[in-house]
């Protein structure tokens, strides 16, 4: 596995990491614990480096079933978690970024992940009512106390990066990023690169969708977040299966698979891009991985960009509640 730089930081994963939300939550079923540890396990052992969890996943269990997986390889593997979520007496996830809970939720995910520093703490989503210079000076304080190593913001838009890069140097932006979501290339990729900020795309395969398994008909368990995304409604995805179609008529020229290709035209963005893609089965962590091994010439890219160009992806990516809480 080749490894990369987040940026100008001295952070260097490996040039794919492993989303492990799904393992907890978000898409039906929670996979078995003993299963997943295996599969995490797995990944190290094929040369994954760099691991993604946050204290809402499950909520506290994925931080649980990562600190064991990765228990006896910590010192050969970088861990990602997060922070800013909780909680309401509802049940309802809410932003909460004061100092005092960022101190209340480093402690719990230390403990959780059974190691003494975080390498990547990101702020899960942008609090409007905490000023951004607050949060970067608790995640700094953190960070001169050992507990932290880097410091990182999920979802947020450009004037948040640039305000807390200039209190605490920010190693990593984690946003989605994928050929049906391209919305990054705007202005979060630039201040990024103006930075020397690293870019870590999640939902690379477009949650499940560039991989080609899914089509109008597929069922998705009642659990499952696919089930209110506007863009998994079945018309959406009819309309969508143009984008999986380029994708395979490039996989079938490169002797690769869908879900390859569109990893592969990740990493020839940007050195500093390192995407996360999540599953649950060994066969599809296996694919992904080989994934950074594929090179694609620049006249590919081209083929793919200029097709892409050419599509109307079709639905939002999220209701519109949730999509008010990212790019703040």
């Avoid at 078995?32 to 809402?56: K, P, Q, Y």
């Avoid at 979520?85 to 059974?114: C, F, H, N, T, W």
């Avoid at 880097?150 to 640039?162: C, D, P």
Wanted: glycine fraction near 8%.
């Amino acid at each position: 596995m080749q490894s990369r730089r987040l940026g100008k930081s001295n952070l260097e994963v490996s040039a794919i990491g492993l989303g492990c939300m799904g393992m907890s939550t978000a898409y039906g079923r929670p996979l078995d614990r003993n299963e997943a540890i295996a599969l995490i396990r797995s990944g190290v052992e094929r040369g994954v480096t760099f691991f993604d969890t946050a204290e809402m996943y499950g909520p506290f269990t994925n931080e649980e079933l990562v600190g064991e997986a990765l228990a006896p390889f910590r010192e050969q593997v970088a861990i990602a978690t997060k922070f800013g979520i909780k909680l309401d007496a509802g049940g309802k996830q809410v932003q909460d970024s004061r100092p005092e809970r960022i101190r209340q939720s480093v402690e719990g995910s230390l403990e959780r992940l059974r190691t003494e520093a975080i390498d990547l703490y990101y702020q899960h989503r942008v609090d409007p009512k905490v000023p951004i210079e607050d949060v970067a000076g608790t995640v700094k304080d953190l960070i001169r106390e050992g507990k932290v190593k880097h410091f990182g913001l999920s979802e947020a838009g450009v004037t948040t990066i640039r305000r807390a890069h200039a209190v605490q140097p920010v190693t990593a932006v984690q946003s989605e990023y994928s050929l049906w979501w391209r919305r990054p290339e705007e202005e979060v990729l630039p201040t990024c690169a103006a930075l020397g900020i690293g870019f870590v795309p999640f939902s690379p395969l477009g949650k499940g969708f560039l991989t080609g398994k899914i089509d109008e008909t597929t069922k998705f368990e009642a659990l499952d977040f696919r089930n209110i995304a506007p863009r998994f409604t079945a018309e959406a995805r009819k309309a969508n299966q143009t984008l999986v179609d380029l994708l395979t008529r490039i996989a079938t020229k490169k002797k690769a698979t869908p879900a390859q290709i569109a990893l592969a035209w990740l990493l020839a963005q940007k050195p500093w891009i390192v995407p996360i893609p999540g599953t649950t089965k060994l066969a599809r962590l296996e694919e992904n991985i080989d994934a950074a091994s594929l090179e694609l010439m620049a006249a590919d890219v081209r083929e793919i960009n200029s097709a892409a160009a050419k599509i109307t992806i079709q639905g939002a990516r999220y209701p519109e509640e949730l999509e008010k809480r990212t790019g703040l």
